[in-house]
C-alpha cells in the first residue's frame, strides 16, 4: 500500500521544525478563530491597548473569560497533540513552536515546546512581574462576582466566551495583591510584540532543522508566517496539513486538506 504523501515527507527528514495553530486544538474542544479562507469568524480578540488603558477592555475580557476558563481549563490533547508527541519521541523533531496558548502540547508529553504567544494558565501583574496560576484567579474572579458563576455561554477561542448583551459596569476584576497593578493573562495580545528572546531561540532551532511541518494554522498572523519565510529562505522544504487556504500557500513543498488528527494518524 502506498504511503501517504505527508508520511513520505516526514520520513524523509530527521530534524523537523513543527508549528501548530488553532487547528490542532479544534478537537479538543477549543474553537479556532477563522474560516476556510483565512477570514475571521467572530469579533477579533482583545487589542493590547485598549485592554491596559480602558477599564471596561478589562471587565469585558475577564467576564467572558471567568465563563469560559471553567470549561477550556479542562481541555484534554486530542490525537493530533499525541501524534506529535509520538514525532518528537521518534527523534525526529527539533522544535514544536506552537501559536496556541492551551499547553496542551505539554500535557501530551511534548518535551521540547516553544510557546510563541504564551500561556493562558498564568496569570501576570503588568507592575511588578508577580506570576500567579490561572486557576488560583479563577477563585478569586468567582469570589468577587459569584452571580456570573451561574452564566452559561458558547465557547470562544482562548478560554473566551460569547457574553455578548452583558452590562459589565457591575464585574470586579482584583488587582495585584502585592503592588495594585494590572492583571493580564500571560499571553501576547493582538498588538503586542511577541517578546524578541522567544523568537530568537525558535530562530535558532528553525536554523537546524532540515524541512518544516506546519500543522492547523492559516498563518494570517505575521508572528508565525515569518517563520515560513525564514524556512523558504534557508530553502528547506515546507510542508502544511491544514482546512482551507494559509498565507504560505506558494512556499509549500506538500499542502494536505485534512483534519490534523487524521493527517496525522500515521504517526500513532
Known amino acids: 500500500m502506498a504511503k501517504h504523501p505527508l508520511e513520505e515527507f516526514v520520513d524523509r527528514h530527521e530534524r523537523l521544525f513543527v508549528l501548530t495553530g488553532a487547528g490542532c486544538s479544534t478537537n479538543s474542544g477549543i474553537p479556532d478563530y477563522r474560516d476556510s479562507h483565512g477570514n ?16 471596561r477592555t ?3 475580557y475577564w467576564a467572558r473569560s471567568l465563563i469560559g476558563w471553567q470549561r477550556f481549563g479542562q481541555a ?7 501524534a506529535l508527541a509520538r514525532l518528537e519521541a ?10 496556541n496558548v ?25 507592575g511588578c512581574g508577580r506570576k500567579t496560576p490561572r486557576n488560583e484567579f479563577q477563585d478569586a474572579l468567582g469570589r468577587a462576582n459569584a452571580e456570573w458563576l451561574a452564566l452559561d455561554a458558547a465557547d470562544a477561542p482562548d478560554g473566551d466566551a460569547d457574553l455578548e448583551n452583558a452590562d ?16 493580564k493573562p500571560d499571553v501576547v495580545f493582538f498588538g503586542e510584540n511577541v517578546p524578541r528572546d522567544v523568537v530568537a531561540t525558535a530562530q535558532d532551532h528553525l536554523e537546524q532543522a532540515d524541512a518544516m511541518l506546519v500543522v492547523g494554522s492559516s498563518l494570517m498572523v ?5 517563520f515560513v519565510q525564514m524556512a523558504a529562505r ?17 512556499l509549500l513543498a506538500l499542502k494536505v486538506e485534512e483534519r490534523c488528527e487524521a493527517a496525522l494518524a500515521f504517526l500513532l
Open 40 to 55: 475571521w469568524k467572530r469579533t477579533q480578540p482583545v487589542n493590547y491597548q485598549a485592554f491596559m488603558t480602558e477599564e
Open 58 to 60: 478589562r471587565q469585558r
Open 76 to 82: 484534554r490533547p486530542n490525537d493530533a497533540h499525541h
Open 90 to 99: 521518534s527523534g525526529r523533531c527539533e522544535m514544536l513552536l506552537t501559536q
Open 102 to 126: 492551551d499547553r496542551l502540547h505539554q500535557s501530551a508529553g511534548h518535551q521540547q515546546v516553544i510557546d510563541l504567544h504564551g500561556r493562558l494558565d498564568l496569570v501576570r501583574c503588568m
Open 168 to 183: 459589565f459596569a457591575s464585574f470586579s476584576v482584583p488587582a495585584c495583591e502585592s503592588c495594585g497593578g494590572i492583571l
Open 222 to 226: 505575521y508572528s508565525g508566517f515569518r
Open 234 to 250: 534557508r530553502l528547506i522544504p515546507i510542508a502544511a496539513v491544514n482546512l482551507g487556504r494559509t498565507r504560505a500557500d506558494d
